[in-house]
């Protein structure tokens, strides 16, 4: 069954929705010029008692401060965007955290090579767009991944409406999804998010 992970969490009724849909992991953005921006006291109130995964989501954050939050909220894996995002993502997984690697595709083309994906870690597809780091609400050409034969996580544009599909056809290890599932940039969807799980997880 496909893993889903719901991003950009940042309140009880957006967490507890994903919780109860049956996702199986939940993040949070500690980027300052995100709408879906938190302070890590408030991420370590919400992760504080979750089984379910959860992961940090930075942007250019040195790698001792990312580890050093991960670690005092008690968050459970991360996912670094940015010019260290590999070296961020070599010592998540030398600290044994879950690690999703994002790898933006620009104009149907995997940005990034497999060298820039370092092993443990899981790469995340997502919808390459200058002046962003995910969250665009577009999807790319699936067919852009359609090569890849280790496990990936999709994400870009996804929604209750396609993801199925999108399973279907790309038959990703997991799925993400933050900003389609809004009713405006930061505030969550608790419907939305009940019926993605239900829709990734149906086939």
Sequence with gaps: ???????????????DA????????????????????????VIATLIEAVTI??????????????LRIVADVGATGLQAHGSDATRAAIAGVAAGLRVLRPVPI?????????????????????????????????TFPWDAVSDVEHDFVLAGGLGAD???EAVR?????????SSRLEVRPGVKDTDSIRAFVREAKRT
């Design 1 to 15: 069954m496909t893993w889903v992970k719901i991003c950009g969490i940042t309140d009880l009724a957006a967490r």
């Design 18 to 41: 994903a919780i109860e849909a049956g996702a199986d992991a939940i993040g949070f953005v500690i980027d300052r010029s995100s709408p879906r921006y938190l302070d890590p006291e």
């Design 53 to 66: 995964e959860t992961f940090i989501v930075s942007v250019d954050q040195p790698v001792s401060t990312l």
């Design 106 to 138: 620009r104009d149907g083309v995997r940005s990034l090579g497999d060298a820039d994906v370092p092993h443990g870690s899981i790469p995340l597809f997502d919808t390459g767009r200058s002046g962003s780091h995910g969250g665009t609400g577009t």
């Design 162 to 164: 396609n993801v199925a």
């Design 169 to 177: 056809i790309v038959r990703p290890w997991g799925v993400d999804a």
